[in-house]
């Protein structure tokens, strides 16, 4: 496990456990989405994973990440498969998301949860 602090929005390395069907899994870039206070005090973690296969159905939950963000090739943010990982599974940070890029996966997860509406940006009572 690092022993940095580990920050919102901060691109790593995480070993996914094994699992059936689509979910992703194995050692995988992954956005860490837990809050200040669970990344520094909880032993597990909230992340969403990444793909590099963009030509996976264009869902709104489906996220652009620029290789800028210290990934090795343009890829997704997959916000319909956050997951909750234990915090020795991280690896080693390799980037960070922009103040944008992070704005959309909070859309793209507030879409998945259905707290707004993929067709608008009404969030719902």
Known sequence: MLQQQLLRGAIYIVNLP???GSIQQNIRPCVLI????????SSVLHICPVSSKTSKSKLPTHISLSKECGLLRDSIALCEQ?????KDTIMQQVGFC????????DRGIAIQFGLVDARSSIAYA
């Open 98 to 105: 922009d103040e944008e890029t992070l704005k959309n996966i």
């Open 18 to 20: 094994s699992s059936n």
């Open 82 to 86: 956050t997951m909750l990982i234990n």
């Open 34 to 41: 837990s809050n200040r206070m669970a990344n520094l005090h």
